[in-house]
């Protein structure tokens, strides 16, 4: 699922838009009557340093450009057609301005006041999920992912208790972790119950149900990418934003082991799932996916801080009731 | 009683075979081989080989790359008129690969790479999309290719890498001239998704004069049969001659997409949504 934000989040795209696609009316920023950053402006790679300090309408259009294709990311599997060309033109897109943006410093000053706003983690997010598949063209010294997301995950961290006794349990404390299940990796997963392989797969099997409000095939286990499981970690922020695409199959038949791992789960699982969701039924969720989604799917991918404690409360309590006996 | 009512003889296409299963993406190209016997077909990221007899395998040449690295995919796929072990692909950052199957089974590594590299002084955020290919199309004889990216059609020679031959830099449309107002509007059509839009591109029957020859999707429709088709200038702004037609009047949601020129003679078919035009030369 895309935790990328509703336009709601985004008003100030809207008041920009006769800005940015005025319609037949005249330009009044360049002097050619085309639009700088639609054509022929290098931005601030240009040498003079005057060239550095950028014109707001120069900005303000470029951040409405990167708005607008966050959204259109975000939307894209809301299209009839689901087009992974599409898509991957507009991530490219958007990488790109993150990295001019980066390189005069207005990326660093947009998360740090996003960061202090009220919701900010859902756009870290998305930049975050952008980030990481730019990671290779990030150069030392600069971070391209200096949110409070990893604030909030060192955070976590110590309520990440190792328990005795059940391994659900265990799975729950971590799974609390705001961070969405996307972020953290396998492997840090797999560290506290070691039960690595295994989670590895249900957390795929959970995710892909959970990515997804229509049915969908996503996980549809290709040869190819069982043989990157070293590169689980990481692949699987590009398989999230593009996996989506694959065309729908029949579903490969059920793995026999995941079958015994949720054979035991109680039903009454699902109509709690339902219930606070408010998803459509998925087919077979255990405990491990219902908690991942209550914990992604709310009105916010991820609440900031404080309400995210109040969330582990509530959580809290539910998990009694599941748990129970 | 049942009644015998004649009818029109009514034309139902059913498959003949089906070659199923081998795409987990859009598939955006098939391509008959020279020997006849063998086809490929192509998404977004893979490209498979089919013996045209045998339905229930194929071959990857062409496997999906890493999903976390994916920053490019591929938009077109052609044999080879002549050879048929080398065939062309192009991707969306505007590149086009030569691939010899003899080479190795697995056909990432590839003979030859086209790119032109990029004026640095028309960067914009949508340089790469509009740099995305769109259609390749090799010239009847193999010697030439031809590529179809948002603005321009590029006629390519085979033997040379670095720079296509021929460069039209207009969005030249079947029967209107487009000038580069086009990059003006880049972030409308960006917004509305047009800039997505692909276009394909054909050559003439017998490509000897591509210049002339060569023709190019049409952007607008055409209402009346048989009607004459004239061609008509877009205007880019400022004065507008008589005859000619606005830059903003142009309505980007009607495109025609799919277009085929005959073998042999000058007939070409244009395909819209639901309608299918076949235009030809004018009879004296």
């Known amino acids: 699922m895309f935790l990328f934000l509703s336009l709601a989040l985004f008003p100030h795209l809207l008041q920009q838009s006769d800005i940015m696609f005025p319609k037949g009316t005249k330009r009044k920023f360049s002097d050619s009557g085309e639009d700088p950053v639609c054509s022929g402006v290098q931005g601030p790679s240009a040498s003079s340093a005057a060239a550095r300090t950028l014109s707001s309408s120069y900005s303000l259009q470029r951040q409405s450009l990167l708005d607008m294709s966050l959204i259109k990311l975000q939307l894209c599997h809301m299209l009839v057609e689901p087009n992974l060309c599409r898509s991957v033109l507009i991530a490219n897109t958007v990488r790109q301005i993150q990295e001019e943006m980066t390189q005069d410093g207005t990326w660093q000053i947009m998360t740090q006041a996003l960061a202090a706003a009220q919701c900010p983690a859902d756009r870290l997010v998305a930049t975050e999920v952008l980030c990481r598949q730019t990671d290779a063209a990030a150069q030392a010294g600069q971070s391209p992912k200096p949110f409070s997301v990893s604030d909030l995950e060192e955070g976590y961290h110590s309520e990440e208790v190792v328990m005795d006794g059940d391994v659900e349990t265990e799975v729950t404390m971590s799974s609390l972790s705001p961070v969405s299940p996307q972020l953290s990796s396998a492997s840090y997963l797999a560290g506290p119950f070691g039960v690595a392989p295994c989670w590895e797969e249900e957390e795929e099997e959970g995710d892909c149900e959970e990515d997804e409000e229509e049915d969908s095939e996503e996980c549809v286990s290709e040869g190819e990418e069982g043989e990157q499981d070293h590169l689980r970690a990481d692949s699987r922020t590009g398989e999230q934003v593009f996996g989506t695409f694959e065309i729908k199959h029949p579903a490969p038949p059920p793995d026999p082991a995941l079958e015994e791992l949720f054979s035991d789960v109680d039903p009454s699982y699902y109509d709690l799932d339902t219930v606070l969701t408010g998803m459509q039924s998925t087919p077979k969720m255990g405990p491990y996916d219902l908690l991942e989604s209550l914990s992604s799917h709310g009105p916010t991918a991820l609440s900031s801080t404080s309400s995210c404690r109040s969330d582990l409360n509530e959580l809290d309590h539910i998990m009694e009731i599941i748990v129970g006996s | ?284």
Not at chain 2, 119 to 137: Q, T, Y
Not at chain 2, 189 to 201: G, H, Q, T, V
Not at chain 2, 213 to 231: G, H, I, Q, W, Y
């Open chain 2, 1 to 284: 009683v049942p009644v015998l009512r004649p009818m029109d003889l009514m034309v139902e296409a059913s498959p003949r075979r089906v070659f199923a299963n081998a795409h987990t993406y859009h598939i955006n190209s098939i391509s008959v081989n020279s020997d006849h016997e063998t086809y490929l077909s192509a998404d977004d990221l893979r490209i498979n080989l089919w013996h045209l007899e045998i339905t229930d395998r194929s071959f990857s040449i062409l496997l999906p790359a890493n999903m976390e690295e994916l920053t490019e995919v591929i938009t077109a796929a052609e044999f080879h008129p002549d050879q048929c072990n080398t065939f062309v692909y192009s991707s969306s950052k505007g590149t086009i690969r030569l691939c010899d199957m003899r080479a190795s089974a697995l056909c990432d590594q590839h003979t030859k790479m086209f790119e032109e590299p990029e004026d640095p002084n028309n960067r914009s955020f949508f340089s790469e999309i509009i740099s995305s290919i769109s259609d390749v199309k090799f010239s009847h004889s193999g010697r030439y290719m031809m590529t179809r990216d948002y603005l321009s059609v590029k006629i390519w020679d085979l033997n040379m890498e670095t720079r296509p031959v021929e460069t039209y830099q207009l969005l030249t449309v079947l029967f209107y001239q487009v000038h580069e107002y086009l990059r003006s509007k880049l972030c409308s059509l960006y917004e509305n998704d047009c800039i997505f839009d692909k276009f394909e591109c054909c050559w003439n029957g017998n490509d000897r004069d591509y210049r002339q020859d060569v023709t190019f999707e049409a952007s607008r429709e055409n209402s009346k049969p048989r009607s004459v088709l004239k061609p008509r200038k877009i205007s880019t702004g400022g004065k507008r001659k008589k005859d000619e037609i606005s830059v903003d009047s142009l309505d980007f949601n009607k495109k025609i997409l799919h277009t085929a020129w005959h073998p042999l003679d000058n007939i070409i078919a244009v395909a819209t949504t639901n309608n299918l035009y076949i235009f030809q030369d004018k009879l004296n």
